[in-house]
């Protein structure tokens, strides 16, 4: 009984890491935007949202790193890429982000906004969050145990309310998902950043499942349960959230993004106390996230760069995720699409390499297909093509395994 209750508490905080700004907003917009493509966009949807984070934890847990895992590519491609994933989900795209959003929320609830009280939220938020962030230890109680069940909680207020409320219906969406609802689904999944979150909160789960009191020969296994159990809570608070967005068609027309849908279906089941439910669930979701966030990055430039500790790392990114965060919500989503599909192939790549047999010994078969697939997505994301990647880097993952081999053990 005591294990059971130890891996819940796992599997909400794994959720409540995850569970941020881009998949508050990004799947009531997809369902909002698809209409009668709901359907195949929201299984695209679903499995980069939900699957690969959780085949990122489990790539992290059989190789202790991500940048153990990219080292078997080639250690300057290891530093590089964990670099670049790491100020990616940190202070250059997905913290802002937390900060920004929740702020359009609660200005919402507020009737306030401006620049002046945009950046003060963002001050006293990313103080917090950053004070929070310095006990990673302690994440799974915090997270786990009361914020996390609390802001399921409320999304299922906001959920029952929008399905019951006799004037809420769906429509015809916008049309941009009827070409390829499937692939364009999956391409949105990115901007949760949760793939590439899952290859960095790894250790950061592995260090709760430790506090909690596992035995070190049981961390592994525990770690993949507490990913799978957090997958899927993100899977069904996201039908709930598409179905919340699909139903919104009838409060909010032209919507530009999720958080105003949500906002919308709110206050359509409460004008008085919709503002301020839809301002709950954005502050805790994304608060959530941003100490995840800023404990992972903190942790690893702090071994990367030792002169500054792991404080001293989560106050420098605190300050430069306050200045990015002025950019406002929709500047900083622009900015992230290209760059997430650049990056996110080359994860894709890395983490189903690393289910490969841990007994046997790889070197072209890391080299050739990791390669590959940032020419390719470099390529894919210029031209506008989804997956261009796909093809080429199974056919270099192939030729890898081929050449590996041949060679002589």
């Excluded at 260090?207 to 069904?236: P, Q, S, T, W, Y």
């Excluded at 030729?399 to 060679?407: C, F, I, S, T, W």
Aim: with cysteine.
């Amino acid at each position: 009984m005591q294990s059971l209750k130890r891996r819940l508490v796992m599997g909400f905080t794994v959720f409540a890491m995850f569970f941020g700004a881009g998949n508050l907003i990004f799947p009531s917009f997809l369902a909002y935007q698809a209409g009668s493509d709901v359907i195949p966009a929201f299984a695209g949807f679903a499995l980069s949202a939900t699957l690969l984070p959780v085949l990122a934890i489990i790539a992290v847990t059989r190789t202790c790193s991500l940048e153990k895992l990219a080292n078997r590519v080639h250690p300057v491609f290891s530093r590089v890429f964990t670099i670049i994933v790491y100020l990616a989900i940190g202070p250059l795209l997905a913290i802002p982000r937390t900060a920004s959003t929740s702020h359009e929320m609660v200005a919402i609830a507020a009737g306030m906004d401006s620049g002046i009280a945009a950046f003060a939220y963002s001050a006293l938020f990313f103080t917090i969050a950053g004070l929070v962030a310095l006990k990673p230890e302690k994440l799974s109680n915090r997270l786990g145990k009361i914020s996390s069940p609390l802001l399921i909680l409320l999304i299922i207020i906001l959920f029952a309310g929008t399905l019951l409320n006799p004037d809420a219906g769906s429509g015809n969406g916008t049309g941009v998902y009827s070409a390829a609802p499937l692939s364009r689904g999956f391409t949105e999944g990115y901007q949760t950043m949760d793939a590439v979150a899952g290859l960095v909160f790894g250790s950061i789960i592995a260090m709760n499942v430790r506090k909690a009191g596992e035995k070190e020969a049981n961390v592994n296994k525990e770690c993949i349960i507490a990913a799978f159990a957090g997958g899927l809570l993100l899977l069904a608070v996201y039908c709930a959230l598409a179905v919340t967005g699909a139903l919104s068609q009838a409060f909010i027309s032209n919507a530009s993004n999720g958080a105003a849908i949500l906002a919308a279906a709110a206050d359509a089941i409460s004008p008085s106390m919709g503002k301020s439910l839809i301002a709950a669930i954005f502050i805790l979701a994304c608060f959530n996230t941003c100490t995840g966030l800023l404990s992972s990055c903190g942790q690893y430039f702090s071994t990367l760069v030792p002169t500054l500790s792991r404080g001293k790392w989560i106050a420098v990114f605190s300050i430069i995720s306050l200045v990015i965060a002025t950019a406002g919500l929709d500047t900083i989503v622009k900015i992230s699409s290209p760059a997430l599909e650049i990056i996110y192939p080359a994860a894709i790549t890395l983490m189903i390499l690393a289910l490969l047999p841990q007994k046997n010994t790889y070197h072209f078969t890391y080299i050739l297909p990791v390669s590959t697939s940032l020419v390719f997505s470099i390529v894919s994301t210029a031209a506008g093509i989804s997956f261009l990647w796909v093809i080429p880097v199974i056919s270099a993952a192939v030729a890898g395994m081929l050449v590996d081999r041949r060679k002589p053990a």
